[in-house]
């Protein structure tokens, strides 16, 4: 079987930067960043060596990017955050100053908390082990999806 | 006259991805899959615990789902006054995916539908989370707690499907060069 490494270095790279800062929004969307890398790197693989992934297959490549990117990303966010840019409470008062109005006050006073909430080595932590675990399974789904859409050829293994 | 050529019988004789009533999965591939259910489960279970859990630790869990749910509070369930950490179409979404590998021998009656078209399955299992989001916007229609719990579970039974084929291609004992499914024997 050709070697996947580029495939992974590309969709990796996809899932970090649609999963870090402000692109991190798109996660929300059913973890559309992740699913999208996940794809990238199946279409990639498939498209360059000109073969039909198994779903199997599929679904690892895309468990793989998700973990390498999700940790890139965390990376990334924890460097952005030292750097005094915190995406997650501009996001928060954005939507405060959009549907504020129209939440209950509880609601309000609740997302202002999560506002004022300091980041901490333990939260970091956590958020990055939920996000890769998270990020695996959406990315072994990603790239089963990939593996079904993206077909080029014969299967990728050789005959039994 | 039915036409036999070459092209079509290879086509016909094909073996389908899957052969319900035939095909019993291998303890292998029930090992991974309830592995792969157990582990969204726990994400659930996790997500649930914030009104359950000291304040802080609450805030950890919340804080761990927040890169994947926008979490907001007037669009997630609460128990008593604590949200959980996901929204409430994610959590149909997170609940809808065990619930298909529970639920794959019967889907997989499906399977050669969706196999020839995934695209048009991914597409119809988002266009009711789309039509409920995006009528919501425009101000023809008010989403619910219910319309979003049932849109994402739509979309979490299709995505699980496709993980749950996959988890069960990547497990099989053996291939055969087409990468279809051996017979595998019954389970009783």
């Not at chain 1, 990055?128 to 675990?133: E, K």
């Not at chain 2, 899957?18 to 279970?45: E, H, K």
Request: aromatic share 8%.
């Amino acid at each position: 079987m050709p070697e996947k490494q580029q495939s992974i270095i590309l969709g990796s790279a996809v899932v970090a930067i649609l999963s870090t800062s402000y692109l991190g929004l798109i996660n929300c969307l059913c973890c559309a960043g992740v699913l999208v890398g996940a794809m990238v790197a199946v279409w990639h693989y498939t498209s360059t060596n000109s073969l039909t992934m198994k779903t199997g297959d599929g679904a690892v490549l895309g468990l793989t990017v998700a973990i390498i990117g999700s940790l890139i990303s965390a990376v990334l966010d924890y460097v952005l955050i030292k750097m005094g840019i915190r995406a997650d409470q501009a996001i928060m008062q954005m939507i405060l100053d959009t549907m504020g109005d129209q939440m209950p006050p509880e609601s309000y006073d609740q997302m202002i908390e999560q506002m004022e909430q300091q980041v901490t080595i333990a939260s970091f932590a956590v958020q990055a082990v939920f996000g890769v675990v998270i990020a695996g399974v959406f990315g072994a789904i990603g790239g089963a999806i990939g593996a079904s859409i993206f077909k080029k050829g014969d299967s990728g293994l050789p005959a039994a | 006259m039915k036409n036999t050529t070459p092209a079509r019988t290879a086509h016909r004789d094909r073996k389908p991805y899957f052969d319900p009533g035939q095909n019993s999965l291998s303890y292998r591939q029930i090992a991974w899959l309830s592995l792969t259910a157990l582990t969204v489960v726990g994400l659930v279970v996790v997500a649930f615990l914030p009104p359950f859990v000291s304040p802080e630790t609450g805030k950890l869990i919340m804080s761990g789902f927040r890169k994947v749910c926008h979490q907001l509070p007037s669009r997630s369930f609460q128990i008593g006054e604590t949200q959980v950490a996901l929204c409430h179409r994610c959590v149909g979404i997170y609940a809808a995916i065990p619930l298909a590998i529970l639920l794959f021998g019967v889907l997989r009656r499906w399977e050669g539908f969706i196999g020839r078209h995934p695209v048009w399955t991914i597409g119809a299992s988002l266009m009711p989370m789309g039509i409920d989001w995006g009528a919501d916007v425009v101000g023809i229609w008010s989403n619910t707690p219910t319309s979003r719990l049932v849109t994402g579970t739509v979309f979490g039974v299709v995505a699980g499907y496709f993980l749950a084929r996959a988890v069960v291609n990547a497990a099989k004992p053996t291939t055969d060069a087409m990468g279809d499914v051996p017979a595998q024997p019954a389970m009783h």
